[in-house]
């Protein structure tokens, strides 16, 4: 009996272990189209940014600080910011959802909140979007100093 099931055992791994062959299109990783597969032009958003790092310089330990990340859709659809993944609580995004038009332009403004920080910091964001690729990364960075030192 156990003989029999061992051997049972040893087929269903050979079999489940045979190789098939893909059907998946891989040309949409590197190609996105629409929805449908069937791919209409170009037909996909491009971000591009004026800058993708900012450096505030010397701030005050518990100072608020901001800066407005300006990009353009530089490709021929609709883009869609869909989130911006923070590393940091210190941290907080603002931005619109709402579709950017082929040439339109849009902005991210980051808040960095200094309090409980000192020396460098260096904070990255990670925007994602209906773009290829789909991550671009804004970096804001500060040297946190105590009043004392400053």
Known sequence: MKRIILSLLIIVGLVSCETKESKLDTSLVNNPSSADGVR????????KFEKTEHDFGKILQGEQVSYTFKFKNVGDAPLIITNIEKT???TSPDYSNEP????????????????????FQNKRLVVKANTNPSETILRIKAQVENINTF
């Open 88 to 90: 940091c609580g210190c």
């Open 100 to 119: 950017i038009k082929p040439g339109g332009e849009g902005k991210i403004t980051i808040t960095y909140d200094s309090k409980g920080h000192k020396g």
């Open 40 to 47: 209409k032009g170009n037909n996909v958003p491009a971000i």
